[in-house]
């Protein structure tokens, strides 16, 4: 589906989890004079980010409620957006509606993160809804095949890139993240639950205790869908925080893939980056070097 593809004349429901991606993403909708309904989820997104804007806040499990609202404002499309820490069973909350799906939910639960989210969707898309990507609703938050900011990469620093890609190709299939660490072609730590700033948290950690030799200033952040992934769901993105991050965990810079990664507030990123004197840089996802 191309971005125009969505009924424009319809509100836009947007699922909204963690971070400032989803309300950026609203806005950007919104620009373009499309209506936009929030449903931001309990656990996830920040009530202080929500203030001053309607929104109809759910748990998760409220797809009753959701179907309810959305059908009666007239939305047929669905983006889900935002950063979302896998729930456990004991956090869903179930309405009447959703509890004829929770064998078929419980089912989805044996997998990984892209297996739990396409069992979810094909629920919405059985009751009425056309599932969008974030990059379909907005297209200008996809990262281009550019540099951002001033700082470019050393060839030490591409070639880690290149090194990272590869991992993320070969890692792929076991659904286990979009994220990786490489210093000097050696990977020193892999994206799983625990998110990617989690990860940078950790190499700053590791670096503090003397389990990170490398030199401050060397090593790269490289993010990249998984393959065969719904470009529906969690497509890699990065933000003003994950620029931060990069800095405090003394990597070199941040790497991601053009076209399929998402851009949180650019104009901060690049701001942060420029601060930081680390590089940020869209790449092609095949790479000769």
């Known amino acids: 589906m191309t971005a125009g593809a969505g009924a424009q004349d319809t509100p836009l429901a947007l699922i909204c989890g963690g971070g400032s991606l989803p309300l950026a993403v609203a806005d950007s909708v919104s620009a373009r004079g499309r209506s936009v309904l929030l449903f931001p989820l309990h656990g996830a997104a ?25 059908h ?15 729930p456990a069973l004991w956090q869903i909350r179930p309405d009447w509606r959703i509890l ?7 089912a989805a639960y044996r997998g990984g993160d ?24 907005a297209p200008e938050i996809l990262m281009p095949e550019r540099m951002l900011g001033r700082v470019q990469p050393t060839e030490r620093a591409r070639d880690d890139i290149a090194f990272g890609l590869d991992y993320l190709r070969a890692s792929g299939p076991f659904d286990i993240g979009q994220a990786v660490v490489v210093v000097d072609k050696h990977v020193l730590a892999v994206e799983a639950a625990e998110g990617t700033d989690a990860m940078l948290v950790r190499v700053a950690e590791m670096r503090a205790s003397g389990r990170v030799r490398s030199t401050v200033g060397t090593g790269v952040l490289v ?19 994950t620029v931060e991050n990069v800095a405090r965990a003394g990597l070199a810079g941040i790497a991601v893939t053009a076209g399929s990664s998402i851009l949180a507030e650019p104009e901060r990123i690049v701001a942060a980056a420029d601060r930081a004197k680390i590089f940020v840089v869209g790449v092609a996802a095949e790479t000769d070097r």
């Open 46 to 70: 920040n009530p202080t980010d929500y203030a001053g804007r309607p929104a109809h806040w759910l748990y998760y499990g409220q797809g009753g409620k959701f179907e309810r609202l959305a």
């Open 72 to 86: 009666a404002a007239g939305c047929r499309d669905v983006v889900f957006i935002g950063s979302l820490v896998r």
């Open 100 to 106: 004829k799906y929770m064998p078929r939910i419980l």
């Open 114 to 137: 892209d297996h739990l989210l396409k069992s979810i969707g094909r629920l919405f898309e059985e009751n009425g809804f056309r599932l969008l990507g974030a990059h379909e609703a």
């Open 223 to 241: 993010k990249a869908p998984k393959r065969g992934q719904d470009a529906r769901f969690d497509l890699p993105s990065i933000g003003p925080r």
